[in-house]
């Protein structure tokens, strides 16, 4: 029937090998593009299938499989695929034909991905039907690339975070009641894995999470520079030690001077979680906060937070641009008030679509800064200084990337191709002042044996709500047309299938 090749990709998708690397990332952008809108007309698909089954379904009054379930049966079959991925796509068409019909609009056109739209779909799942259509376009005017050059748009947690930031202003509400389901639903768990390895599974309040991973990497990188082991090697092995009650992580250099500290005293200290808000956010307002390393979180969740937490005001730095340069300017690393306010601003790693968390990122001067003669090169001020994960640190000093700071604290990125991409903020007020664009527009886990029961009550959960959303549109269009009558199935006296 459809032959995507030659009638939508064109002959230009057939690669010849002579092709220049920039003809390869502009045919990479706009394949992605075309497979957006292919993902769409496929779940439109799906959810007019569902549609169908859910009208015969009801007018049959059948009783031994729910209109899902038979939907589910049928989608899987025909896509190769399990009941979990066949009922995730039928929840994500029916979801984009009922409620989310800007974000299918924007993924007809190319503009949104997949992925992109799962997370949409998941963060809005709370929000009351009456709001979704503003919540949709307030988040389509953030989300989607801005107008201006090198404009990119947002995914991963800059996405979700922007949209948790929308519902707590539009649906206040709807943020507190998916914390509340969030907080029910905790648990970690312990499965199998390949070649004599398990996995580790969990989810815990995002606080508690970030005290955690503050731990591991602080014991991971208590180890002196010779020790043999990866940074995520010392981690796995640092949980272990915690387990096992030890205060340290033995270095494994095998050396008699080791500087490693192996003392035995326990530590004793809170962990250290960075979460910023605002004075009337403290003082009981409604401005959502930033954790670092989770991005947005209510301000009822950060005062939660707050209550057994050391306060510190933030202080902001002497602005250059208007006032003396101060003698800390000539220095190469800034001062912890200057260290603080750099990282609240940047909320994460800076380059283009990464969530390293800012308190785990460098440092570094935009413009290199001159050792030899600091009065020559750039200064060491809140202008010309920018947050960067140590891998993307690392890139930015390969000399295959141009790089440059804008007025807004935006980067402007040009990559060894020639392709320039400008970054999006990230920390406490990202958002406040980005260009508007016209308008126009979580992972499941997989089924781990000991986590079984807890994935099936997620999915009969979406089921009751595709259901109740089902039925509301089958009696809106049964009010449109006359019911056709059929006459009832006798079943004589057989039980149900159970």
């Known amino acids: 029937m459809f032959n995507p090749t030659t009638e939508l990709f064109g002959i230009s998708a057939q690669l010849t090998g002579t092709e220049t690397d920039c003809a390869l990332v502009d045919l990479m952008t706009d394949l992605h593009a075309c497979e957006a809108m292919l993902v769409e007309r496929k779940l439109a698909v799906i959810a007019e299938f569902f549609s169908r089954r859910s009208s015969e379904h009801a007018a049959s009054g059948a009783w031994s499989s729910t209109a899902h379930e038979l ?52 963060a809005t799942a709370n929000v009351k039907d009456e709001l979704i259509d503003e919540v949709e376009r307030l988040l389509l005017e953030q989300v989607l690339a801005p107008p201006v050059a090198g404009g990119t748009g947002l995914t991963g947690r800059r996405l979700t975070a922007t949209i948790d930031r929308i519902v707590a202003m539009v649906d206040p509400e709807g943020m507190r009641e998916r914390r509340r389901r969030a907080l029910t639903d905790r648990f970690v768990g312990v499965s199998a894995a390949e070649d004599g390895m398990a996995k580790i599974l969990g989810s815990i309040p995002a606080e508690q999470a970030r005290a955690f991973d503050g731990r591991l990497r602080e014991l991971a990188m208590s180890v002196c520079r010779n020790d043999s082991r990866t940074y995520e090697q010392r981690r796995a092995d640092a949980l272990f030690e915690l387990t096992n009650g030890s205060p340290f992580l033995p270095c494994n250099c095998g050396r008699a001077d080791c500087p490693q500290d ?102 570094d001067h935009n413009e290199p800064f001159h050792h030899g003669d600091p009065e020559r090169g750039g200064k060491t001020v809140e202008s010309n200084m920018s947050a960067f994960c140590r891998n993307h640190h690392r890139l930015k000093h390969s000399d295959r990337w141009r790089f440059a700071s804008n007025g807004d604290r935006t980067l402007s990125l040009t990559s060894p191709t020639g392709h320039r991409y400008r970054t999006r903020p990230a920390g406490l007020a990202a958002g406040s002042a980005e260009p508007v664009p016209p308008q126009g527009g979580r992972h499941r886990r997989t089924q781990a044996e000991n986590k079984a029961a807890r994935i099936q009550s997620e999915r009969n959960r979406r089921r009751r709500q595709i259901q109740k959303r089902a039925q509301e549109h089958i009696q809106c269009e049964r009010r449109k047309s006359p019911r056709a009558h059929r006459e009832p199935i006798d079943y004589g006296d057989d039980p149900p299938p159970f």
């Open 71 to 122: 939907a589910e049966s049928e989608v899987g079959a025909s896509l190769t695929m399990g009941r979990a991925a066949a009922g995730k796509l039928i929840g994500l068409g029916f979801s984009l034909k009922t409620r989310l019909h800007r974000t299918r609009a924007a993924m007809a056109r190319g503009e949104l991905d997949l992925y992109r739209v799962g997370l949409i779909d998941s």
């Open 262 to 363: 192996r003392s035995g005293g326990v530590v004793v200290r809170r962990p250290v979680v960075h979460v910023v808000m605002t004075d009337s956010t403290l003082r009981g307002g409604g401005e959502p906060a930033h954790l670092d390393g989770y991005g947005v979180i209510s301000a009822e969740h950060a005062r939660d937070i707050a209550q057994d937490a050391v306060i510190r005001n933030v202080r902001v730095p002497a602005d250059t641009a208007t006032e003396s340069v101060p003698g800390s300017a000539y220095v190469y690393r800034p001062g912890s008030v200057l260290d603080t306010w750099l990282r609240i601003i940047a909320g994460s790693c800076q380059w283009l679509h990464c969530d390293v968390p800012a308190w785990n990122s460098d440092l």
